[in-house]
């Protein structure tokens, strides 16, 4: 007998990178629903998954995508789309939960957000809460999953807390800093989504997850810092604009504006638990502290442990923020890949790079350094990951990659408080020209 079909929605989104592998382990199949599912190529469990194109706002598509399936996660956000988003979201739904009646689909357990919907909560809280009453309207029964600031690198919230915390020594910040949250990590939240396929006692019903211990938004953002290091304080100040804020954070943050106009908004109320219903529903799911939620984003930050988002098959140059690093990434195409990876082999040996090499000799000089500049962290056939001995104000490791002809280099910089933010955008024209650079010599085999 065949495993349990799974549809999850929204699968270029953080949720579903990370329970798409977790229902892989267990043995469901897993069908996964985006809009785009040429961006997922990169992913280790897409040759694992049956992808289909589809969109909650094309209801012809979601009949097909449903055909088959016990049970559907609906993680679909829709706040990058900005202005109007929130009836987008709810038509939506609605679309979705008409689809599952006609295919007679059997459970939905849906991700929302967790604020009190008896009070005054901003249009992203109240969207999120709506959208799970509409599914609610129809006939399936959905299992619904409120949560507040998940903890996990690559998490929106938790990437503006990093950054944020990373970047100022006197972190400047609305009032609402002082708000009250129950931040849940997000291995706990994959662990209650897992936990709803096969806990009976859970189905249909509303539950708010979270650790036990309320916080400010405040204490999240030191905490994080102390872990890391630092010592940080705060300058609160009233009637901060919402679009000044998004703003601000699109610029130093890995969190779009539009998404981060919204996100603002959310922030500005208490995400607190009033109901500790999921704890008897599913005892099963044992809650990990928010400060262990941290340490565990913390051993992710490495280029090894991170999602490849860039490599979406949407150009060949992409310089993004991204689980903790500045990243650039290029792509040229070779003749001989196995030439171009044997040259790129010989990098930590040589004293002579193919491009620039006045430039290398130069910060060598500058440290009172020659020759080598990295060490091997990781080396295969057709992957080699330099991690940086030079002297900086962070992490920084240069990978090299070869798919078919592709070749693709990526640098990562994981910023250690403000020097390295300084650091990395100082020195940005000098990378550009440097990683510019060296692609295009190994791709035309050309030694400068």
Same mark, same amino acid.
């Given at each position: 007998?065949?495993?349990p079909l799974?549809?999850?929605?929204?699968?270029?989104?953080?949720?579903?990178?990370?329970?798409i592998?977790r229902?892989?382990e #267990?043995?469901?199949?897993?069908?996964?629903?985006a #809009?785009?599912?040429? %961006?997922?190529?990169?992913?280790?469990?897409?040759?694992q998954? !049956?992808?289909?194109?589809?969109?909650?706002?094309e209801?012809?598509?979601?009949?097909?995508?449903?055909?088959?399936?016990?049970?559907?996660?609906?993680?679909?956000?829709n $706040?990058s789309f900005?202005r109007?988003y929130?009836?987008?979201?709810?038509?939506?739904?609605?679309?979705?939960a008409?689809a599952?009646?006609?295919?007679g689909?059997?459970?939905?357990?849906?991700?929302?957000?967790?604020?009190?919907?008896?009070?005054h909560?901003?249009?992203?809280?109240? =969207? #999120?809460?709506e959208?799970?009453?509409?599914l %609610?309207?129809?006939?399936?029964?959905?299992?619904?999953?409120?949560?507040?600031?998940?903890?996990? =690198?690559?998490?929106?919230?938790f990437?503006? @807390?990093?950054?944020?915390a !990373?970047?100022f020594?006197i972190?400047?910040?609305?009032?609402?800093?002082?708000?009250?949250?129950?931040?849940?990590?997000?291995?706990?939240v994959?662990?209650y989504?897992?936990a709803?396929?096969?806990?009976?006692?859970?189905?249909?019903g509303v539950?708010?997850?979270g650790?036990?211990?309320?916080y400010t *938004?405040?204490? /999240?953002?030191?905490?994080?810092?102390? $872990?890391?290091?630092?010592?940080?304080?705060?300058v609160? /100040?009233?009637?901060?604009?919402v679009?000044f804020?998004?703003?601000? @954070?699109?610029? $130093?943050t890995?969190?779009?504006?539009? @998404?981060?106009?919204?996100?603002?908004?959310?922030l500005?109320?208490?995400?607190?638990?009033?109901?500790?219903d999921?704890?008897?529903?599913?005892?099963?799911?044992k809650?990990?502290?928010y400060e262990?939620?941290?340490?565990e984003?913390?051993?992710?930050?490495?280029? $090894?442990?991170?999602?490849?988002?860039?490599?979406?098959?949407?150009?060949?140059?992409?310089?993004?923020?991204? !689980?903790?690093?500045f990243i650039h990434?290029?792509?040229?195409?070779v003749d001989?890949?196995?030439?171009?990876m044997?040259?790129?082999?010989?990098?930590?040996?040589?004293?002579?790079?193919?491009?620039?090499?006045?430039?290398w000799?130069?910060r060598? +000089?500058?440290?009172?350094?020659?020759?080598?500049?990295?060490?091997?962290?990781?080396?295969?056939?057709?992957h080699?990951l330099f991690?940086?001995?030079?002297?900086?104000?962070?992490?920084? +490791?240069?990978?090299? %990659?070869?798919?078919g002809?592709?070749?693709k280099?990526?640098?990562?910089?994981a910023?250690?408080?403000l020097?390295?933010?300084?650091?990395? *955008? /100082?020195?940005?024209p000098?990378?550009?020209?440097?990683?510019?650079?060296l692609v295009?010599?190994? =791709?035309?085999?050309v030694?400068?």
């Amino acid at each position: 007998m065949p495993s349990p079909l799974v549809l999850v929605t929204g699968a270029t989104g953080y949720i579903a990178s990370h329970l798409i592998p977790r229902l892989l382990e #267990r043995g469901y199949r897993v069908r996964a629903l985006a #809009r785009q599912p040429e %961006r997922l190529k990169a992913r280790t469990w897409y040759p694992q998954v !049956e992808m289909v194109r589809g969109d909650v706002m094309e209801p012809a598509s979601l009949l097909s995508a449903l055909d088959g399936v016990q049970t559907a996660y609906y993680l679909i956000h829709n $706040m990058s789309f900005g202005r109007g988003y929130t009836s987008i979201e709810i038509e939506g739904a609605r679309n979705f939960a008409s689809a599952a009646k006609k295919v007679g689909l059997e459970h939905i357990i849906y991700l929302g957000g967790l604020a009190d919907p008896e009070q005054h909560i901003a249009p992203h809280m109240r =969207s #999120r809460i709506e959208t799970g009453m509409t599914l %609610r309207q129809g006939n399936v029964p959905v299992t619904e999953f409120r949560a507040g600031v998940i903890t996990g =690198s690559g998490s929106i919230s938790f990437e503006m @807390i990093r950054f944020m915390a !990373e970047l100022f020594p006197i972190i400047p910040g609305p009032m609402w800093l002082k708000n009250k949250s129950q931040p849940i990590a997000v291995q706990n939240v994959i662990d209650y989504l897992l936990a709803a396929l096969t806990n009976p006692s859970g189905r249909g019903g509303v539950y708010e997850i979270g650790v036990p211990k309320v916080y400010t *938004y405040q204490q /999240l953002m030191k905490i994080y810092a102390e $872990m890391r290091g630092h010592k940080r304080s705060f300058v609160l /100040l009233p009637f901060i604009p919402v679009w000044f804020m998004a703003f601000g @954070i699109d610029l $130093m943050t890995p969190v779009p504006r539009r @998404i981060a106009h919204a996100l603002v908004g959310g922030l500005s109320s208490d995400s607190v638990i009033l109901d500790a219903d999921a704890e008897k529903a599913f005892p099963e799911v044992k809650l990990m502290d928010y400060e262990s939620a941290v340490a565990e984003a913390m051993k992710r930050l490495h280029p $090894m442990q991170i999602e490849r988002v860039w490599e979406d098959g949407l150009g060949t140059v992409k310089i993004l923020k991204h !689980e903790g690093f500045f990243i650039h990434h290029r792509e040229a195409k070779v003749d001989s890949p196995e030439t171009t990876m044997n040259l790129v082999k010989q990098f930590d040996q040589n004293e002579y790079w193919i491009f620039a090499n006045w430039l290398w000799r130069l910060r060598g +000089w500058l440290e009172g350094r020659r020759g080598r500049f990295y060490e091997v962290d990781f080396q295969s056939e057709k992957h080699v990951l330099f991690r940086s001995v030079l002297k900086a104000p962070g992490d920084g +490791w240069m990978e090299w %990659r070869v798919d078919g002809n592709m070749l693709k280099q990526t640098a990562y910089f994981a910023p250690r408080g403000l020097g390295g933010f300084l650091y990395w *955008y /100082l020195l940005a024209p000098f990378h550009a020209y440097l990683f510019r650079g060296l692609v295009r010599a190994l =791709s035309k085999g050309v030694v400068k």
